[in-house]
């Protein structure tokens, strides 16, 4: 599975958009990119995954760049409770997903 | 749906114990997996079991054994408990293998020390 970075923590004003990058440069034609967060303490929790098209729910919006090469998770509207680390995978089918150690978002008043 | 539950939710040992981690999911999903989470680390990936009657090791899987009682039911077993297997355990489920997509449901985790 491809590897990712991101950045290891952001900031964000409660109410503003959030927008959390990740790099995937060596992501393959049958690879999707997975979101998940963690919020202190407990299991993470699924967020939204994409092949090649962006992709929007009810949590956030997933854009993926056309080389797919790149991503941004963006949650449009960022509460106190969105205050959690997030993790951007790359995986393919029937595969295990492998965390890294994600970007800690802090939100704030 | 209870969804992913693990028990117990904390627990001390010590160095050379023996304890099996229980956790169980409603949601008839067929592949479960097993991680540990070190403080400011992700998590890796123990042992996972991708359909009712296989187990397959994961990036960690020494001083680790399982069992995948049935469906529902996945197990850890620590046979001779050490300090460096301190940590946060969590256990997940999927709907299947060969899927298109990677959504995995966690448990709370289960807090195991060891001194």
């Known amino acids: 599975d491809a590897k990712t970075t991101q950045p290891p923590s952001m900031d964000c004003a409660e109410g503003r958009a959030a927008n959390l990058p990740c790099n995937h440069s060596?992501?393959?034609?049958?690879?999707?990119v997975y979101w998940y967060r963690q919020i202190h303490s407990q299991g993470p929790q699924y967020i939204i995954h994409?092949?090649?098209n962006n992709e929007t729910n009810e949590m956030a919006s997933l854009i993926i760049t056309e080389d797919r090469k790149s991503s941004t998770l963006i949650l449009p509207h960022a509460t106190l409770r969105d205050t959690a680390v997030y993790y951007c995978?790359?995986?393919?089918?029937?595969?295990?997903?492998?965390f890294g150690t994600g970007t800690r978002l802090q939100v704030t008043l | 749906n209870a969804g992913v539950t693990q028990t117990p939710k904390f627990q001390v040992l010590k160095t050379g114990q023996s304890m099996t981690l229980q956790c169980a999911q409603d949601?008839?999903?067929?592949?479960m997996y097993w991680y540990r989470q070190d403080p400011g680390m992700g998590l890796r990936l123990i042992y996972y079991?991708?359909?009712?009657?296989?187990?397959d090791k994961g990036e960690v899987p020494n001083g680790y054994n399982v069992s995948r009682l049935n469906k529902r039911e996945f197990s850890l077993r620590l046979e001779s408990a050490a300090p460096s297997q301190t940590s946060v355990y969590f256990c997940?489920?999927?709907?299947?293998?060969?899927?298109?997509?990677?959504?995995?449901?966690f448990g709370p985790g289960t807090r195991l020390t060891v001194l």
């Open positions: 997940a489920s999927r709907t299947g293998t060969g899927a298109s997509y990677n959504e995995q449901f």
């Open positions: 060596t992501i393959s034609g049958n690879e999707y």
């Open positions: 994409g092949l090649k």
């Open positions: 995978i790359v995986s393919g089918t029937a595969s295990k997903l492998t």
């Open positions: 949601m008839n999903h067929n592949s």
């Open positions: 079991s991708a359909s009712e009657g296989t187990t």
